[in-house]
């Protein structure tokens, strides 16, 4: 807590202050309540106490992608667009890339940079003739940066969410549609 900056170098007794609250790329989406309290001479030997209403601090990630509503439909040899949510907070203006990991062997998902407005993002993936037909769990995983105090970008990395993907045989009766 710092006191009052005014005109004057700074008050003896504020009337108003400011605080700073400071994060890292590691602080984890939390909110807090605050308090704050004054402390006051009444006289020589008496004190007060002056508490201010509860301050809420929410801290947020700077952005969040969602797991996409629907698994991504494949089969041997084809191709599909995987889609799901992307929202970042206005201050966060860095590019955040999306790279799907832990694919089953034989499927490939091209990695994308999203950058400001993108409200979604679109990741075009492909298995092969060899892909094996199967259910299969697998992780789409943001990345980005911060710039620190120090003019160096920092990198900037969230949780991954979980995307399904199913793999079905192309039999002769899909083949006829």
Known sequence: ?????????EEKYAEQGEFSVMTTTRTPPERFDLQLIGQTKLGKDEEDY????????????????????????????????????????????????IAAEFLPPHVTCATIELKSPASEYRLSCEADASAKPGEYEFQLTPASVVVGLDKREVPYKISPVTAKLILSEHTAAQAAR
Do not use: C, H, W
């Open 1 to 9: 807590m710092r006191r009052a900056k005014s005109d004057k170098k």
């Open 50 to 97: 002056l508490p201010t209403p509860v301050i809420t601090l929410q801290i947020v990630q700077g952005y969040t992608i969602g797991a996409p509503k629907e698994p991504i439909q494949l089969q041997p040899g084809g191709k599909a667009e995987l889609v799901g949510a992307f929202r970042r907070e206005p201050e966060f203006t860095q590019p955040v890339s």
